[in-house]
T-cell receptor, first 112, second 117 residues
Framework: QKEVEQDPGPLSVPEGAIVSLNCTYS??????FMWYRQYSRKGPELLMY????GNKEDGRFTAQVDKSSKYISLFIRDSQPSDSATYLC????????????FGTGTLLAVQP | EAGVAQSPRYKIIEKRQSVAFWCNPI?????LYWYQQILGQGPKLLIQ????????DSQLPKDRFSAERLKGVDSTLKIQPAKLEDSAVYLC???????????????FGPGTRLLVL
């Protein structure tokens, strides 16, 4: 079993739709949870991070962490064609290395 | 502020050849990471440096991969000899400070895309 599981998609939605992206994980010791966006032929860029359980909102993006279920989500409201990218969840124990464990990524296409 | 620089952007080699990648982190960033991202997968950490010392190289295939950061600034990752399964994007990332238990944003470079034939 992988430490972090993520549906690879692809996911295709019309412009303006609400998008839900999800990851599950097995290591209950993870403390920090992140969502990265990766455009084609680019490096990942951080969208949002959450420490422990709870919700965090930033504009059209909302991140949720449910540590009891080992489940994290990213919601995108009013999706735009510019949101088309691969979305990677990542998590870390923190500590000396801050080593990130990534999911496989979900490819999202927002159709105009 | 300039981002993380990597070169070359693309490399095609034949199996059993050697190849080297270069990374220059954001100025002043003490900690540098190399990741391998195979097509359809998330990045996997290969090695982490703090200044010029290795913090974590547990997932680096040391029989063929090597990395150095001699002056604590830029870094090189080498593969010798390359195998078909090494075809991937090699990403470099950096963070401003020493890792101290508090999470910090990792800033990624654009990556080097390697194809081994």
């Amino acid at each position: 079993q992988k430490e972090v599981e993520q549906d690879p998609g692809p996911l295709s939605v019309p412009e303006g739709a609400i998008v839900s992206l999800n990851c599950t994980y097995s290591n209950s010791a993870f403390q920090y949870f992140m969502w990265y966006r990766q455009y084609s032929r680019k490096g990942p860029e951080l969208l949002m991070y959450t420490y422990s359980s709870g919700n965090k909102e930033d504009g059209r993006f909302t991140a949720q962490v449910d540590k009891s279920s080992k489940y994290i989500s990213l919601f995108i409201r009013d999706s735009q064609p510019s949101d088309s990218a691969t979305y990677l969840c990542a998590m870390t124990l923190g500590g000396a290395t801050n080593k990130l464990i990534f999911g496989t990524g979900t490819l999202l296409a927002v159709q105009p | 502020e300039a981002g993380v620089a990597q070169s070359p952007r693309y490399k095609i080699i034949e199996k059993r050849q050697s190849v080297a990648f270069w990374c220059n982190p954001i100025s002043g960033h003490a900690t540098l990471y190399w990741y391998q991202q195979i097509l359809g997968q998330g990045p996997k950490l290969l090695i982490q440096f703090q200044n010029n010392g290795v913090v974590d190289d547990s997932q680096l295939p040391k029989d063929r991969f090597s990395a150095e950061r001699l002056k604590g600034v830029d870094s090189t990752l080498k593969i010798q000899p390359a195998k078909l399964e090494d075809s991937a994007v090699y990403l470099c990332a950096s963070i401003p400070g020493m890792t101290s238990g508090r999470w910090e944003t990792q800033y990624f470079g654009p990556g080097t895309r390697l194809l081994v034939l």
